[in-house]
């Protein structure tokens, strides 16, 4: 062996090494997070959390010590998440059983900017893009609506000014948005105002639904809980694939990432969905018993919440 590839082959053993050094202390407390709050929202430069006292804070990822407190209470949040671009909060608040309310605000100063009409059974809100955002509401009647709101142009604010509801979007950028209405039926809605029947999915008895890299989206069902399944829209097909305790789907790519067995699996199939990856990333420290997990997918790192409050990271 000549002196280059000697010298490749020592450089090649000692990648690996430091990738396992690293690897092994990659999991990692997050002290920044207090035991007794609650992450609600990830965003690219900040986060929300709710406390005991119902607060909902508004924290950058920098400086975890320095709280915004927003305008409302989380008492009857229903749901939060950021713009696309990271500069607006949208929340929905269920008021009653039947009523409900969305409300827009702005990061930088945590005021509410906008508010919605009342919303009678709202099923979920979400943002199109950074200037609009949508309503899917289950009145009596079968089928239920979809609403679309404008977010208020701000400055230097790069939203358009003719608003078409029915604006057409590359089908590659729509997010599915899942819902039941009134009697059971199962559909998706689109940015574009389309909605589709997903009565292929089984009887739609589901009771947790992530988006995946467009057509696919991940699922779990209410009677074989111990399984993930993906759904390609295009083809109409399902796949279970191996169960986990808690699962994250990565909207960028086919794959999605699960707690099992108390360790965190990487898990990928193929376009004919037979399983590409099972691939062990780390066990959990000794006593973790994990409660939530989130995927951080622009700072490539896994969060997980344990049942005793406590945060840790894991990067990938």
């Known amino acids: 062996m000549d002196h280059s590839r000697r010298f490749a082959f020592l450089s090649s053993l000692l990648a690996i090494f430091l990738s396992h050094c690293a690897h092994g202390a990659a999991f990692e407390n997050f002290s920044g997070l207090q035991s007794d709050w609650t992450l609600r929202a990830l965003g690219k430069n900040k986060l929300v959390v709710s406390t005991p006292k119902n607060e909902m804070l508004l924290l950058s990822w920098g400086n ?15 749901d ?27 990061v930088l100063n945590g005021k509410v900017i906008q508010k919605s009409p009342k919303l009678e059974r709202l099923q979920g809100a979400y943002w199109i893009n950074s200037c609009r955002y949508a309503a899917i509401t289950a009145p009596l009647e079968n089928g239920g609506r979809l609403q679309v709101f404008k977010r208020p142009d701000l400055k230097k604010s790069k939203c358009p000014k003719d608003f078409v509801v029915s604006e057409k979007l590359p089908s590659d950028e729509m997010h599915r948005r899942v819902w039941r209405d009134s ?17 292929w999915l089984g009887k739609g008895n589901f009771y947790d639904i992530q988006p995946g890299v467009y057509p696919y989206f991940w699922y779990r069902e209410s009677a074989t809980s111990e399984l993930v399944f993906r759904a390609d829209r295009k083809s109409k097909k399902i796949q279970p694939v191996a169960g986990a305790s808690l699962y994250v789907a ?15 699996y990487l898990f990928s199939l193929d376009s004919k969905f037979r399983l590409r990856e099972e691939a062990l990333i780390q066990k959990l420290p000794e006593g973790f018993v994990a409660q939530a997990l989130w995927l951080d997918a622009s700072r490539k790192r896994l969060i997980l919440r344990s049942e005793k409050g406590s945060y840790a990271q894991l990067k990938l």
């Open 64 to 78: 975890l010590q320095n709280a915004l407190r927003l305008e409302d209470s989380s008492d009857k949040l229903s």
């Open 80 to 106: 939060i998440q950021f713009s696309p671009d990271g500069n607006f909060l949208l929340a929905s608040f269920v008021q009653s059983r039947r009523v409900a309310e969305m409300k827009v605000y702005d």
């Open 183 to 199: 009697n059971f039926n199962t559909w998706a809605f689109y940015e574009n105002g389309s909605r589709e029947l997903l009565s």
């Open 250 to 264: 990565d909207p960028s790519s086919d794959r999605y990432y699960g707690l099992q067995n108390g360790g965190l």
